[in-house]
């Protein structure tokens, strides 16, 4: 059986772990770094129809005209 523990103090985080540490029945104890959510990054696309000589009609040419 696992169980997933997320702790919002480090601190109290590492007490938790020494004491789980010593109790004879917890096979192993795996810690993982906080997954930071990355956002997207919106304006990562600015501009990238700069310096293209693009029209509607190019686009929907390509697009098979519809």
Known sequence: MKIVIDV???KKAK?????????????SIKIE?????????FESIFGIWKDRSITLEDIRKNRGGK
């Open 15 to 27: 007490s938790l772990i020494d004491i789980l540490k010593d109790i004879p029945y917890v096979k």
């Open 33 to 41: 770094p906080e997954k930071k959510e990355k956002k997207p990054d």
């Open 8 to 10: 919002s103090n480090e």
